[in-house]
């Protein structure tokens, strides 16, 4: 499936590094998610952005910024990240009417942070 | 809080078997969606179930949507070691862009 694509697959970084996830969707949805799934955890929702603004935001730490730049795109800025935080984070993409709204996932990325 | 409970967490089963995992939620859903996760994967969207006593079937997998829209569950007959993996249910309310997860059950096909 290429419907929802990530970057980096995998990322190690210190607690002090500075780096960025990416998500791109080519399904025309228009409405993007975060998810955090951390292992026997439910998934969490982190973020979601309905044609390009931010709707939700799950109380998410602020280490964590995302950004929306337009229906296509989402990032999840990442700095002074916690070991606690090392999860499979992923994106996913849905339309907001219209027809089954089901989320697509990307692959996710593995992140460990040391 | 908003919550769907899902049931059981885990279930062993030999090939052929039939498997079922259910789903209940606190307050009343606009819609249920099923997911699948292989291991090493990512939740893969299976249906969407809206309507109230709805029952939809792909193949060997029949969902179905309780009358009160509050609880949900799914079959598979005749298990394959094709369905290895971990079935989310996720529920929707009318007012919300969230779905509300489940914690998923693992399905495990015995040696």
């Known amino acids: 499936e290429t419907g929802v694509t990530q970057t980096p697959r995998h990322l190690v970084m210190g607690m002090t590094n500075k780096k960025s996830l990416k998500c791109e969707q080519h399904l025309g949805h228009n409405a993007m998610y975060w998810y955090k799934q951390s292992a026997k955890k439910p998934l969490e929702l982190m973020f979601v952005y309905s044609l390009e603004e931010r709707v939700e935001n799950n109380s998410v730490p602020s280490r964590f910024s995302p950004e929306c730049p337009n229906s296509s795109h989402l990032f999840l800025h990442l700095h002074t990240l916690q070991p606690e935080d090392s999860a499979l984070y992923l994106c996913?993409?849905?339309?907001?009417?219209?027809?089954?709204?089901?989320?697509?996932f990307g692959p996710g990325t593995r992140l460990t942070v040391l | 809080g908003q919550q769907v409970m899902q049931i059981p967490q885990y279930q062993h089963v030999q090939e052929g078997e039939d498997f079922t995992t259910y789903c209940n939620s606190s307050?009343?859903?606009?819609?249920i969606q099923w997911y699948k996760q292989r291991p090493g994967g990512h939740p893969v969207f299976l249906i969407q179930l809206v309507k109230s006593g709805e029952v939809k079937k792909q193949k060997r997998l029949t969902f179905q949507f309780g009358e009160a829209k509050k609880n949900s569950s799914l079959h598979i007959t005749a298990t394959q070691t094709t369905d290895v993996g971990t079935y989310f249910c996720?529920?929707?309310?009318?007012?919300?862009?969230?779905?509300?997860w489940g914690a998923g059950t693992k399905l495990i096909i015995k040696p």
């Open positions: 307050t009343t859903l606009s819609n």
């Open positions: 996720a529920g929707k309310r009318d007012s919300n862009y969230q779905l509300i």
């Open positions: 996913a993409s849905s339309r907001l009417t219209g027809g089954p709204l089901g989320q697509f």
